[in-house]
């Protein structure tokens, strides 16, 4: 993986945090809360697996066991 990639992947992950709380929000505001937060869950463990991938990679790339190419 390159750097590129990377910080891609981690705006990705931003992106789809954001988008969870989005979902969550404005699905609140016709339906009831335990609705809206099954509607968001998708968006959420999704983002919640690239940030645990892109740690995961970075504290690969720290102990220098895989590098993340430039």
């Known amino acids: ?6 910080v891609k992947l981690s705006v990705l992950a931003f992106g789809l945090v954001l988008l969870s709380f989005l979902i969550l929000g404005f699905s609140r505001l016709v339906l ?6 099954v ?6 463990l999704l983002a ?8 995961a990679r970075a504290i690969l790339s720290k102990l220098h066991l895989v590098e993340i190419e430039e």
């Open 48 to 55: 919640f697996a690239l940030v645990c991938y892109l740690l």
């Open 1 to 6: 993986m390159n750097r590129n990639g990377f």
């Open 39 to 44: 509607l968001a869950a998708p968006t959420t």
């Open 32 to 37: 009831p809360y335990r609705t809206a937060r």
